[in-house]
């Protein structure tokens, strides 16, 4: 398995992965989405390859700053392809994050979970996350100006 940073050709594969994850999404979206963030100094988009450069997951790692704590890193989004699950690959991104997170400087790590995702949950208490609290989110669409 070979870990990189993803780019721009990368977007189908992205995509396909996204659906997997419960978020449908074109071709074209992941494309404009991937030119946004690559190149951000706050963002680490990595993926993971097999031998023939099929992708297998990728994660997003997002440095935060806020005014009620000092800055910290946050997986946004994992995913591994179905059939390849089990294999080690999310451990594997999910270790790279952190790499990327401690050599910004980083020291914690957060990480959200839908509640209904009880597999995901084993999954990263398995890695030494702790569960922190449980929240509500609010979303609302506001017209663009």
């Keep these: 398995m070979d870990l990189r940073t993803l780019r721009i050709d990368d977007a189908p594969a992205a995509a396909a992965l996204a659906g997997q994850l419960g978020y449908p999404t074109t071709d074209v979206q992941m494309e404009r989405r991937l030119a946004g963030l690559l190149g951000s100094e706050a963002d680490g988009l990595f993926g993971a390859f097999d031998a023939a450069g099929r992708m297998l997951g990728w994660i997003q790692v997002q440095e935060r700053r806020t005014l009620e704590r000092d800055p910290y890193a946050e997986i946004c989004a994992l995913v591994v392809e179905e059939a390849a699950r089990g294999r080690g690959i999310g451990a594997a991104l999910v270790e790279e994050a ?9 020291r914690t790590i957060h990480v959200r979970s839908n509640v209904r ?8 208490e398995r890695l030494g996350y702790v569960r922190g609290k449980t929240a509500h989110v609010f979303e609302k669409q506001v017209a663009a100006t």
Excluded at 117 to 124: C, K, M, N, Q
């Design 98 to 106: 952190q790499r990327w997170a401690a050599g910004r400087g980083l």
């Design 117 to 124: 995702r009880e597999r995901a949950h084993r999954f990263y």
